[in-house]
Antibody, heavy 130, light 111 residues
């Protein structure tokens, strides 16, 4: 069955760029019509949506993080990735990748028709510290 | 982008029911039927329990039900069981500017 697995450095220095990859197994990102997302959770705190991407590359970003976030997709590797720049201690969190609902493209733009996450990776803790 | 408001805690005895509220605005909860609920056990990833206000994914017991009235959504867990003790988060589509927002979370304790 479909599985998601986050990978990347567990420790990032302040002001540097956090980079994580989510590998999807048991199914193809490009043959489906799903959006794929990143969500984070600081230790002991609640969930925060970071952003989502369609296999075509169309993205949605949390406006509070948009200036620092880039989400990309590599269909040849069945992966999608997160980059968060200029990190501080406040970016310390467990980062989850997840499958969002269906999307479609029309007139050159793509849209999500489902706003929920039905399949999650196990999460990876990223600590920002010097 | 403000988080949706949930009570910090809720509790009930085994077999009883517990209802968790999720209050937003007309720009998120009240404006769209895209409310979902997640269950999270300690150290685990969240699990989708309800989507689009009241739909249950395959495999989720029918003890879990969702509803919405105005700007407030609710999750009811009937026939509480020990394994229902967890944190619960609501979420909602929040329009073409903010897109998606989570609730503050509620810790459910089975007494």
């Amino acid at each position: 069955q479909l599985q998601l697995q986050e990978s990347g450095p567990g420790l990032v220095k302040p002001s540097e760029t956090l980079s994580l990859t989510c590998t999807v197994s048991g199914g193809s990102i490009s043959s489906s019509s799903y959006y794929w997302g990143w969500i984070r959770q600081p230790p002991g705190k609640g969930l925060e949506w970071i952003g989502s991407i369609y296999y075509s590359g169309s993205t949605y970003y949390n406006p509070s993080l948009k200036s620092r976030v880039t989400i990309s997709v590599d269909t040849s590797k069945n992966q999608f990735s997160l980059k968060l720049s200029s990190v501080t201690a406040a970016d310390t969190a467990v980062y989850y990748c997840a499958r969002q609902g269906l999307g479609y493209c029309s007139g050159g733009s793509c849209y999500s028709t489902s706003w929920y996450f039905d399949l999650w990776g196990r999460g990876t803790l990223v600590t920002v510290s010097s | 982008q403000s988080a949706l408001t949930q009570p910090p805690s809720a509790s009930g005895s085994p077999g009883q029911s517990v209802t968790i509220s999720c209050t937003g605005t007309s720009s998120d909860v009240g404006g769209y039927n895209y409310v979902s609920w997640y269950q999270q056990h300690p150290g685990k990833a969240p699990k989708l329990m309800i989507y689009e206000v009241s739909k249950r994914p395959s495999g989720v017991p029918d003890r879990f039900s969702g509803s919405k009235s105005g700007n407030t959504a609710s999750l009811t867990v009937s026939g509480l069981q020990a394994e229902d003790e967890a944190d619960y988060y609501c979420s909602s589509y929040a329009g073409s500017n903010n897109f998606y927002v989570f609730g503050t979370g509620t810790k459910v304790t089975v007494l």
